[in-house]
């Protein structure tokens, strides 16, 4: 049951990763968040057995490690990251390639939003989750997700419009 578990788990390790950097803005940190997930999820005796419900769950056990980690240090609100690794010269023109410019450019931006919005973009954009799975990982409805999201994306788009990323047109209906 053990190996079944793990092999389980393997299959989130990267998104959790990713939204774990949503809501601390640090590797190391990511990290050890990561881990906290797994050994949890490994450890306990209840595991939902539908895949829906079990990737909601593991998700929420993230958040949660997050909160307690944090709010133990009392500094949730007004956590300092270590963006050292979005820094501006991570950001030169490397070969043409405007693809990684504009990953990077969306990072850097994305780092600098709270946390409520780094945390939503983070399970919706970057983890893939519907609205209604954020509803039931965040416990609120699924009218306040999308209004969150909307937001969210709105200062996203908001911070980037200054920077090289260049936008999609948008093809009008007739």
Not at 58 to 70: E, P, Q, S, T, W
Not at 80 to 90: K, P
Not at 116 to 121: F, P, V
């Amino acid at each position: 049951m053990s190996n079944d578990r793990s092999a389980q788990l393997e299959l989130y390790l990267d998104r959790l990763y990713g939204y774990a950097m949503s809501l601390s803005r640090n590797p190391d940190d990511s990290k050890d968040l990561v881990q906290d997930c797994a050994l949890k999820a490994l450890t306990t005796d209840k595991v939902p057995t539908d895949a829906s419900a079990y990737r909601s769950w593991l998700f929420r056990i993230l958040r949660n490690a997050f909160i307690d980690r944090y709010r133990k240090s009392k500094t949730i609100q007004n956590w300092e990251t270590d963006a050292s690794h979005l820094s501006e010269s991570s950001m030169e023109y490397l070969g043409g390639d405007e693809r990684l410019i504009n990953v990077l450019s969306v990072k850097f931006e994305m780092a600098k939003l709270p946390l409520a919005q780094r945390e939503i973009i983070g399970l919706i954009d970057v983890s893939g989750f519907s609205y209604e799975e954020v509803s039931k990982i965040l416990d609120i409805p699924v009218g306040t997700v999308m209004s969150r999201i909307s937001r969210a994306r709105h200062t996203l788009i908001t911070a980037i419009g200054d920077t090289n990323v260049v936008k999609f047109p948008v093809k009008r209906r007739k």
